[in-house]
């Protein structure tokens, strides 16, 4: 049993293999944290914040006397605004005397096997005997606001899922009966640390420059991360992690909170006059508003929390297998992902039949297995003004149709996929001139474009009826094996021609309500159909939408040595099955720069592999050492995939910097230990440059293994895990290398 509740103390135990969440019924009222450590099997209840009074400490008056209890300096399980704990609260609601204060009181628990779905929202999943879920009811007897806290432990992984639901329950109060109550805030999980000796990591950029690992140390005061473009954002992604000074990659204690969610969210920490250190995440409350009339409840998006004791390595890898195997659904979510040609880079809008034949023709004999056509190929859309909405094949570029093209692409054996950016629609389409009313938008008010584009209004179900018809016309034709599901703006004027004015701020919400209903249908309908997201590059890289589409485009920007830190962020959270990676031409076209092919391959092998770039532009050498890669690809592709990750150097790395200039070093390990796949990228190299010794992970130390590699370097020679592991490699950037090396390692 991973959930124990002792009945006479109050307390709740959450055990994960390797963790212990300890919650506290104070006075059969108050929900108080207990510290979430390396597991114990017994608690003595002494180890808690010390009760003696402190100056200007509000103590709520039901506590008789005990003046010493105050909410401000306790640690809270969720806690509420405005009676008595001056932090920033979990939840905010105002209420019909018009006030936001709160007095959540322990009302009951529960304890059930497995996980309940969160209705209408992405979620991880699991089977009964996978983890145990512990519900704990709160009530605001006031107001009749209750809530209930979930909580899942799983069996297997050093993790705790949790999500909030909030209903008004009614209340018999004069003032209050019969009134709505607004939800201001609802954050999914609040978690207040004993201490502030935490570095706090976020995963921050911008558009072609995702994911970039930050490292920062706590400091008195606020410090938050947050998204209110209505997308997860290629600006911050939904995720922080907090880490103790001492811990490394490979050591030390680190704690992760990923949210499932794909719109507008916040994450925080705040440490407090005592040092404390209060993490919050949630949906943002700048931009989130919800009324509840009596019986109605609101739940919230679910964050997945990640418990380390082996550094940030092991919370990444806790988080590839929990996100593979019990969040990622379709027929896809285990299986080798094919190797991609991608016309975008090769032609961007100028294409026909002819243009991509010959593509398809070269790809197929590089062994390359699934074709995309991208954009342009519907309305008249010769570039970004015009068409998106009209998802009806352009025949004056096209004039056989998608049929021509998906037969065609197919005879030649490959399989086929076709881009689509449903939310979207140009000012010039007819979607737009029958449905002028269908976008997000504000009467009165002046829009903002972006990408010459509007947003449809995804909170009205007419609208996403109107996508569920238009994408099973497309998807029942049976032509189409994947898709790639984009997403190019920020949204602005967040609100619908539908709601009443005090509904409005429901609407960033409502949105992804609605497009969670549309990709459930489709993805659901279609499992055999693998699906990519993408937005503009990695906008919306979130966990919610990989519920739905098991891989993501990383970014836009495919220069290999950006791809070093873009992709090594991203694995912080994120399986390389998730990361969509291409080869493209140089100079590369987002930033100018030439690298070589070696190095470009080798970075892009660290995900779902592909290529995009004109194949047919290419000299005799360049196609021969292409088709080497997509055969080394095929043989390390599960390793890659569905093994375990293992980090050396990373461009952030700011515990050990290297002075070679930076590169990137890694390793994939195949669960059973018989394969790995080291690649180190140098992303500035130096002549005569120091030499680093990496001492590989994750091998059988009993075992020897051929390792393979340039022949100057090691030529199928044999060495032992042990030796890999304790004594390490010599890696030192060579100009015979130019600029990656990549060694195969295999069991004999
Ligand atoms: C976005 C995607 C690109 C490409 C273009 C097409 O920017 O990230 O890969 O599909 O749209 O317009």
Redo the contacts with the bound molecule.
């Keep these: 049993m991973s959930i124990l509740f002792n009945e006479s103390d109050g307390v709740f135990f959450l055990n994960t293999p390797k963790s212990t969440y300890i919650i506290r019924v104070v006075d059969n009222k108050y929900l108080s944290h207990g510290g979430w450590v390396k597991r114990i099997s017994s608690w003595s209840g002494q180890c808690v914040m010390p009760l003696y009074g402190r100056a200007f400490a509000p103590v709520p008056q039901e506590l008789c006397g005990r003046i010493e209890y105050s909410l401000d300096v306790q640690p809270q399980e969720f806690p509420g605004y405005g009676h008595g704990d001056c932090r920033d609260s979990a939840v905010e609601v105002l209420s019909a005397d018009g006030t936001t204060v709160t007095d959540l009181y322990y009302n009951g628990y529960r304890i059930y096997k497995g996980k309940k779905p969160l209705e209408g929202l992405p979620a991880t999943f699991c089977k009964e005997d996978e983890a145990e879920t512990l519900e704990i009811d709160l009530l605001d007897k006031v107001s009749g606001l209750a809530v209930t806290l979930s909580y899942t432990v799983w069996n297997k992984y050093d993790v705790i899922c949790r999500s909030v639901s909030a209903k008004h329950t009614g209340s018999s109060l004069e003032l209050y009966k019969g009134k709505p109550l607004v939800l201001r805030r609802l954050m999914s999980a609040s978690l207040d640390f004993t201490g502030s000796r935490y570095r706090m990591i976020q995963l921050s950029g911008s558009w072609g420059h995702e994911r970039h690992a930050i490292v920062r140390d706590l400091t008195s005061g606020i410090q938050k991360i947050q998204s209110r473009r209505n997308a997860s954002s290629h600006q911050q992604n939904p995720f922080i992690a907090l880490e103790e000074y001492d811990a490394t990659e490979d050591s030390g204690t680190v704690y992760g909170f990923s949210f499932v969610y794909s719109g507008s969210f916040c994450a925080e920490v705040e440490v407090d006059q005592y040092n404390m250190s209060r993490v919050l995440m949630g949906l943002n409350p700048d931009t989130f508003e919800w009324k509840l009339n009596e019986g109605e409840s609101f739940t919230a998006p679910e964050v997945v929390m990640v418990y380390s004791d082996q550094g940030l390595g092991q919370m990444s890898r806790t988080y590839h297998d929990l996100y593979r195997n019990n969040l990622c659904r379709g027929n896809w979510k285990n299986k080798p992902r094919p190797v991609v040609i991608n016309n ?1 880079e090769a032609t961007y809008f100028d294409f026909n039949a002819e243009k991509l034949f010959a593509l398809a023709d070269t790809a197929a004999k590089e062994g390359m297995e699934l074709m995309v056509l ?2 342009g190929w519907f309305g008249h859309r010769d570039d ?1 003004t015009t068409s998106l909405g009209d998802w009806y094949v352009y025949k004056d570029k096209l004039p056989g149709g998608i049929e021509e093209i998906s037969e065609g692409i197919r005879k030649r054996g490959l399989k086929f996929g076709l ?1 689509f950016e449903p939310e979207m629609v140009s000012p010039d389409s007819d979607l737009y001139r029958a449905h002028p009313d269908w976008v997000l938008q504000i009467k009165d008010r002046d829009f903002c474009l972006g990408r010459n584009q509007r947003g449809l209004d995804l909170s009205r179900k007419d609208v996403v009826d109107y996508l569920i018809e238009v994408m099973d016309n497309m998807l029942g034709s049976g032509l189409i094996d994947y898709i ?1 599901w ?1 997403f ?1 703006r920020t949204l602005t004027e967040i609100a619908s021609t539908m709601q009443s004015p005090e509904n409005q701020m429901k609407v960033g919400h409502l949105y992804y309500l609605g497009l969670y209903k549309l990709m459930e249908h489709v993805t659901q309908k279609y499992p055999d159909v693998l699906f990519e997201s ?1 937005s ?2 990695g906008g919306r890289f979130d966990p919610a939408l990989l519920y739905y589409m098991s891989q993501c ?1 990383t970014s ?1 920007n495919t220069d290999a040595l950006s791809r070093v830190a873009i992709q090594m962020g991203t694995s912080i959270v994120y399986p390389a099955s998730s990361m969509s990676c291409h080869v493209s031409a140089v100079p590369n076209h987002q930033t100018g720069r030439v690298t070589s092919l070696n190095q470009r391959g080798h970075c892009a092998m660290a995900g779902a592999f592909g290529y995009e770039l004109d194949l047919n532009k290419l000299e005799e050498a360049e196609l021969a050492e292409i088709k080497e890669q997509v055969a080394t690809y095929k043989r390390i592709r599960d390793t890659v995939q569905y093994g375990d990750l293992y980090r050396y150097e990373c461009p952030w790395n700011t515990r050990a910097p290297n002075e070679t200039g930076s590169f990137g070093a890694w390793s994939n390990v195949s669960k059973d230990k018989s394969q790995c796949v080291f690649t180190v990228i140098w992303t500035y190299a130096e002549a005569h440059a120091e030499i680093t010794v990496i001492k590989l992970r994750g091998l059988d130390p009993d075992a020897t293994y051929n390792v393979q590699g340039p022949k100057e370097f090691f030529d199928n020679v044999k060495i032992s895990g042990e030796e890999l592991m304790n004594v390490g490699l010599y890696v030192s950037p060579h100009p015979h290398l130019k600029g990656s090396l990549q060694l195969i390692l295999e069991k004999i």
């Design positions: 975008w991208d954009d970004d881009w790639k984009d190019n993408c503009g590059g485009w836009d």
